[in-house]
T-cell receptor, first 109, second 112 residues
Framework: GQSLEQPSEVTAVEGAIVQINCTYQTSGFYGLSWYQQHDGGAPTFLSYNALDGLEETGRFSSFLSRSDSYGYLLLQELQMKDSASYFCAVRSQGGKLIFGQGTELSVKP | EADIYQTPRYLVIGTGKKITLECSQTMGHDKMYWYQQDPGMELHLIHYSYGVNSTEKGDLSSESTVSRIRTEHFPLTLESARPSHTSQYLC???????????FGSGTRLTVV
């Protein structure tokens, strides 16, 4: 079967750093993506890791360890607007995405 | 701003009706996808297309059908809507070689 596990919710304060973990078990792995979704609207692409290591894009970083079937999204200098759902997604054969259940991030003042 | 459009944004329809959800993109992307998402849950792939006249069923069994007659247009049709079809339907596209999907704002369907 195919499964992705991530925490259902995380709470942090403005200015803090938060890490959202994702473990996966899929038949076929080509990379791990992260998406942000506000209030059930259009998911927005954040990052993609095909190889092990850390990718940094502004305040957001994403990490992948293929040997551990594990990745995480790191959000720094949290802002209120970062309150949203964050989904990890495995890129499988043919470029199809398999999504996790999402982590709801609440940023408090 | 995303150049992928879905209509209608919201739809309430009676059981047994036939409906078509529209999805169009102006980016010239060859690959397009339909996902179904219940509130607070993950996205499930129901259909995808790698180009004109190419359509495939996704991982989640669906009673819907799709067509891809033009590159920019990927409509989804439910021949006979049922309350179990109540959900949000998200359309996405990407260019071959790109890793990120561009999503539309979705259609929130309620079947009563």
């Amino acid at each position: 079967g195919q499964s992705l596990e991530q925490p259902s919710e995380v709470t942090a304060v403005e200015g803090a750093i938060v890490q959202i973990n994702c473990t996966y078990q899929t038949s076929g792995f080509y990379g791990l993506s992260w998406y942000q979704q506000h209030d059930g609207g259009a998911p927005t692409f954040l990052s993609y890791n095909a190889l092990d290591g850390l990718e940094e894009t502004g305040r957001f970083s994403s990490f992948l360890s293929r040997s551990d079937s594990y990745g995480y999204l790191l959000l720094q200098e949290l802002q209120m607007k970062d309150s949203a759902s964050y989904f990890c997604a495995v890129r499988s054969q043919g470029g199809k995405l398999i999504f996790g259940q999402g982590t709801e991030l609440s940023v408090k003042p | 701003e995303a150049d992928i459009y879905q209509t209608p944004r919201y739809l309430v329809i009676g059981t047994g009706k036939k409906i078509t959800l529209e999805c169009s993109q102006t980016m010239g992307h060859d690959k397009m996808y339909w996902y179904q998402q219940d509130p607070g849950m993950e996205l499930h792939l129901i259909h995808y297309s790698y180009g004109v006249n190419s359509t495939e069923k996704g991982d989640l069994s669906s009673e819907s059908t799709v067509s891809r007659i033009r590159t920019e247009h990927f409509p989804l049709t439910l021949e006979s809507a049922r309350p179990s079809h109540t959900s949000q339907y998200l359309c996405a596209s990407r260019l071959d070689g790109d890793y990120g999907y561009t999503f539309g704002s979705g259609t929130r369907l309620t079947v009563v």
